[in-house]
């Protein structure tokens, strides 16, 4: 079996491959590749028919694709570049899986909703994106949703890992360059560890790779690790458990501001926690506290620091 994973050299795609290459060869794809890597297959995801002419000179039987443009902020000025990578590239992904009987394996966002909420948030609720990168990350999805191919996709949270652009990694360099910070605390989700994605994502490969008819398992899922935080909450949890480990000298000051205290060009839901019912229930998916996978994470720097 061929698998072609794009985003292979980011912070979830790092997590995937070893898991992935369980099933068989992986064919790995980015936008940028590491000098002296002669793996990774360099392509531009925006350049669609060359995106396809790979996909039919190599033929997957699977695709994962967990390639995405993610910068929140950048989106409301390069509003075409956010949709081109989140939509139109997994509608040019969905189509030739359509059209070739092959599986897609796609992920979204938690900012595909509004925030107004007071319960967590089901697939089945309405989505209602507060910025460009939510409009662009829900047209991904109805893209796949059109095109009629087999596919699961996985809305999940406030992705972090050891490696790549994100919270935690943020929150530490910050911790070592300034004594205070200031943490949005009014707005709420769920962190979720890139390693514990992957590991949901590949037991929902198992399920639908060894059943006769896996049609039933196709659709829409959430998955976000358990533990529900403010931003401000996630970084003390992030700055004691370095600290311990020997990852910080000391603690950084935090003062727990407002979202209106900060400039930021897009908006961002307030609530965005997700319901993780339907996966759990559907593949046997247990949840893996906040705690635990944060500290899992740090300790991994402690043993290959930097």
């Known amino acids: 079996m061929n698998i072609l994973l794009s985003g292979a050299s980011g912070q979830l795609g790092q997590e995937l491959l070893p898991l992935l290459a369980r099933h068989g060869g992986v064919i790995q794809v980015d936008q940028a590749v590491a000098k002296g890597d002669r793996v990774t297959v360099q392509q531009d995801l925006g350049d669609l028919k060359r995106l396809e002419l790979l996909l039919y000179r190599t033929r997957p039987d699977v695709i994962v694709n967990a390639a995405a443009y993610t910068a929140v902020?950048?989106?409301?000025?390069?509003?075409?570049?956010?949709?081109?990578?989140?939509?139109?590239?997994?509608?040019?992904?969905?189509?030739?899986?359509?059209?070739?009987?092959?599986?897609?394996?796609?992920?979204?966002?938690?900012?595909?909703?509004?925030?107004?909420?007071?319960?967590?948030?089901?697939?089945?609720?309405?989505?209602?994106?507060?910025?460009?990168?939510?409009?662009?990350?829900?047209?991904?999805?109805?893209?796949i949703a059109e095109s009629g191919c087999r596919n699961v996709v996985l809305r999940t949270s406030w992705v972090y890992s050891g490696h790549g652009n994100n919270f935690v990694l943020t929150m530490l360099r910050l911790a070592r360059e300034m004594p205070g910070l200031k943490i949005v605390a009014d707005q709420v989700g769920c962190p979720t560890w890139a390693?514990?994605?992957?590991?949901?994502?590949?037991?929902?490969?198992?399920?639908?790779?060894?059943?006769?008819?896996?049609?039933?398992?196709?659709?829409?899922?959430?998955?976000?690790?358990?533990?529900?935080?403010?931003?401000?909450d996630f970084a003390q949890a992030i700055f004691r458990t370095a600290h311990r480990l020997g990852l910080l000298d000391e603690v950084p000051r935090v003062e727990a501001v407002r979202s209106t205290d900060f400039q930021q060009k897009a908006r961002r839901p307030m609530y965005s926690v997700l319901d993780t019912t339907a996966i759990q229930g559907r593949f046997g998916i247990e949840r893996v506290g906040l705690h635990e996978s944060l500290l899992a994470c740090l300790e991994e720097m402690v043993i290959e620091p930097g």
């Open 73 to 143: 902020d950048a989106a409301e000025d390069h509003r075409d570049t956010a949709f081109l990578l989140n939509a139109e590239m997994p509608a040019c992904l969905a189509r030739w899986c359509a059209r070739n009987d092959r599986l897609l394996l796609h992920y979204s966002t938690d900012y595909v909703f509004s925030g107004d909420s007071d319960r967590p948030w089901r697939e089945q609720d309405s989505a209602g994106p507060v910025n460009v990168y939510g409009e662009s990350k829900l047209g991904g999805e109805q893209a």
């Open 195 to 232: 390693r514990n994605l992957a590991r949901v994502s590949s037991a929902v490969l198992d399920r639908i790779l060894e059943v006769n008819d896996p049609a039933e398992y196709f659709g829409l899922y959430h998955y976000c690790d358990g533990g529900v935080v403010s931003w401000f």
